[in-house]
């Protein structure tokens, strides 16, 4: 760009650049334009635009877990973000690094309280790490940088940044350094380590449980972590299971089977209430997703929890300090034999077992919902090498655009969004960018047209499913026709409902490039 005729906008997209944001995803409106503009001149941002904001926000969390790195989305004003809350919400719990820009209206217009005024930070905040308004066209250059920056804080955040319409048109003048508040605080730092300490307490302890969270190469669900905590369990005949959802953990041949700590109380206690010591490596201490009677909510006191590694640090550096500290030698992770799928009516069982079976190696694996979810990752050990991405807010919507977010990050790997029926109609509107964006992503839909998680719910302690509940709880009535549907979107699809139709499928799928969505009838 030509700084003597930049605008505002540009001083902000300009330095984004600088820091390598090198993706938006993009649903702007009427105060957005002039970023709009400014995007259209700076080519070393792709954007993406997406039909509805909580795609744009879901494909900026896929986007950050596979690069480590922030992509930017473009929101109008609060009614817009508060579209694309859900799937921040998710990204927050992932620790995804993103930079949100918000227009607002002309700061001499927002005295008058117009259609589309509300309070953006009050929004804002409990999505995001930071939030900071631009208050001046001179600061747009620092405010983008500090965004920047304040996203890649604390294991990764969101960072949202409202940009008044008339300072991204104005001129962008002499641009000057940012003065924050103190209120505004400071990037955060990282906690020390003693791997000394550690193993003096490890080697204290009597029944050893190692609680592995995810995120980047370095996270305790990545491979080098996972190898020194087979290495680890090994020496001591501890055991280790991940974080129920984690936000990315990598699976397959030659790594350890980890299974995920179970979703309700009852087996999560078994697991977990036997421990002396829950090692947290990159994990939070373990509650129950929701309050449950007789059960306590937070699964592990204080004193029988050692934290080996905060969420964002370098998990896989001290896991391997505490195994030589321990003398702990190489350990090969036991080799997981996969059957194949028995032929019949398709079962969630089946279904993961084929997925597991034909998925290529490098693959990322999108799940969202437990009806072939929880299948489909423990057979997973014996694929081949891939990385697999979960719901980890429980907002539901996110599998779809974390898919397309992960492929736009990862244009060579094969993605595929494993999903549910119920779920994936909140975010729908990700086929047209699949499609837009002819990115390589192979959608799976568990269509058993009911939201069974909340049937299972409300089955607890063997109460019966009554008629109103049922209702409720159904999508027939009618059905959905998935392949019709993202036929509409650009999409081509096909139907499975035995597990050799779902097999010719997934080959087809697996070997031809662009979106395809195969619905899979249970």
Known sequence: ?????????????????????????????????????????????????????NVCTGGADGYGRMTGRPSATLLHLGPGFANGIANLHNARRAHTPIVNLIGDH????????????????????????????????EQSDAVAREAVKRSLSGGGQGATLIVPADFQAQPAGEQVPLILPASEGKPSVRSDFNADAAVQRLKKAGRIVFLLGGGGELSGLGARAQKAVQRICTALGASAFAETFPSRSERGQGLPAFDRLPYFPEPARDVLDPADLVV?????????????????SLLVTSDRLLTLAEVGEDAAERLESVARLLGAGEAEAP????????????????????????????????????????????????????????????AIGQGLPVAMGAAVACPDRKVVALLSDGSTQYTIQTLWSLAHEDLDVLVLIAANHQYAILRNELRRGGAELGRRAAEMTSLENPCIDWVMLAGSYGVPGGRASTTAELLALLRQGFSTRGPMLIEMAL
């Open 335 to 394: 080799a997981v034999t996969l059957s194949p799928p028995e032929d019949g009516p398709l079962t969630p069982a089946r279904i993961a077992l084929a997925l597991a079976n034909e998925l290529p190696a490098q693959a990322i694996v999108s799940v969202e919902g437990g009806t072939c979810g929880y299948p489909f990752y423990a057979a997973s050990a014996g694929a081949r090498p891939h990385t697999t991405l979960t719901n980890t807010g429980g």
């Open 1 to 53: 760009m030509n700084r003597k005729h930049m605008t505002g906008g540009d001083a902000l997209v300009s330095a984004l650049a600088d820091e390598k944001v090198g993706v938006c995803f993009a649903n702007p409106g009427t105060t957005e334009l002039d970023l709009v503009r400014s995007l259209e001149r700076e080519e070393r941002i792709r954007c993406v635009i997406g039909l509805q904001e």
């Open 280 to 296: 947290l490596v990159g994990a939070l201490p373990p509650v129950t997703y929701f309050g449950y009677e007789g059960h306590p």
């Open 106 to 137: 002309t700061t001499w217009h927002l005295p008058y309280d117009a259609p589309l005024t509300s309070d953006i930070e009050s929004l804002a905040r409990p999505v995001s790490g930071w939030v900071h308004r631009i208050g001046a066209v």
